[in-house]
């Protein structure tokens, strides 16, 4: 939902009426996570997707009847032998919560959008169903504080706790409650967490093609470089940063963590080596460079003597990429992506058509470094 909500908000800050359709529930196989929505404007327009394709018409429709009428509704759908049934072609579940838009929850959600813009984890939680009238009321949680109400004291204090042990994950997951409140009420969580980063060192056409597939895949792209000929924002109108220092002693300075990926281009020993070196040192996601092979062999040997250990050695992806016979900077990019996709998902990088076995893992990642997991918290 995060990334419709902009949208939500202008829409909602012109006084137009507009539902809102979220996957709170996913069984086998989906084209998308938890979390995924599609939103409708009273004018008809539509934003988002909800399966990629399969059910959007009739999601549609029950988003365009929640705002006739102004009262939720779930749907289920799946795979059955009704041949007038609206069905996902590739055979699993979900169930799709539509809501209208209210004043309060626009308040909400514009409140947890603001704080995702300055990197602020949030988890943003709404009822499904148990509280009369309440459904699609909703309650923002971050470290420090909460805005917004489930309509129950005590419901909102266990959400506040709940929303609190998944401050932080990227995720997705619905929980039922039993506090002695009617109807035993329902409630989804979703997580909003900063992008994951990814560090692009070099100012080449190798480092703008990886910083534009990289900030298509949804990660906070910084390019770094010490010339500042080269290092410029219209060389790189994809880079959400462009900073223009020695790679090292920028890495040095910066804030990274398990989920960040690092992509090195330059080719020069000098830069790309004390990079590495302070790369490798910590625990990254992802760390790789360009280069032939003998440009990586003489690369091992001088990290080896800038006291690298041959264990973080080992965690280097060099040549970076798959094995897809990339030579532009535009397919080697593509192979970088590829490689890093692989990686996360723990998947052989193989062609599907020589594989048996499910195609998406079973927890289907909706942001870049992260998992989604729907059903309930533990």
């Known amino acids: 939902m995060r990334h419709l909500a902009p949208h939500l908000l202008e829409w909602q800050a012109t006084g137009a009426p507009c539902a809102l359709a979220t996957v709170v529930a996913v069984r086998g196989s989906a084209p998308l996570a938890p979390g995924a929505a599609l939103c409708v404007h009273a004018d008809g327009t539509v934003l988002g997707s909800v399966s990629g394709g399969c059910v959007e018409g009739a999601v549609y429709d029950l988003a365009r009847e929640v705002l006739a009428s ?3 509704q779930f749907a289920s759908f799946g795979n059955s032998d009704d041949a007038f049934a609206v069905d996902l072609t590739c055979g699993g579940e979900i169930d799709v919560f539509v809501q209208p838009v209210e004043h309060d929850t626009a308040r909400v959600l514009a409140a947890a959008h603001l704080g995702e813009a300055v990197r602020r984890p949030v988890v943003v939680a709404r009822v499904l169903s ?15 504080g909460h805005l917004g109400s489930t309509g129950s004291p005590d419901l909102d204090q266990a ?6 042990v998944l401050l932080g994950h990227d995720t997705t997951a619905v929980r039922t409650y ?8 329902r409630v989804v969580f979703e997580a909003w967490c900063p992008p994951p980063r990814l560090l692009v060192f070099g100012a080449d056409a190798h480092a703008a093609a990886v910083s534009r597939i990289g900030a298509f895949l ?9 010339r500042s000929t080269f290092t410029t924002p219209e060389r790189f109108p994809h880079a959400h940063e462009v900073v223009v220092d020695w790679p090292h002693r920028y890495l040095a300075g910066t804030r990274t963590d398990d989920r960040t990926a690092v992509c090195v281009t330059t080719h020069d020993p000098k830069f790309d080596v004390p990079v590495l070196a302070e790369a490798l040192g910590r625990p990254l996601a992802y760390v790789g460079a360009l280069g032939s092979r003998r440009t990586q062999a003489r690369r091992v040997r001088e990290l080896r003597e800038a006291g690298v250990s041959p264990d973080a050695v080992t965690r280097m992806h060099a040549p970076m990429g798959l094995d897809l016979g990339a030579s532009t900077p535009q397919e080697t990019a593509v192979s970088f992506a590829a490689e890093l996709i692989a990686l ?3 998947r052989s990088g193989r062609s599907l058509s020589l594989l048996d076995g499910p195609i998406r893992p079973a927890a289907v990642a909706h942001r870049p470094g992260h998992s989604a997991v729907a059903g309930g918290l533990a």
């Open 70 to 72: 102004g009262e939720p």
């Open 218 to 226: 949804g990660y906070h792209v910084t390019v770094c470089d010490a």
């Open 344 to 346: 996360r998902s723990g």
């Open 159 to 164: 959400v506040v706790a709940d929303a609190h």
């Open 178 to 185: 039993d506090l002695g409140v009617p109807g035993e009420p």
């Open 130 to 144: 148990g509280l009369d009238g309440r459904a699609g009321a909703a309650v923002a949680v971050w470290k420090d």
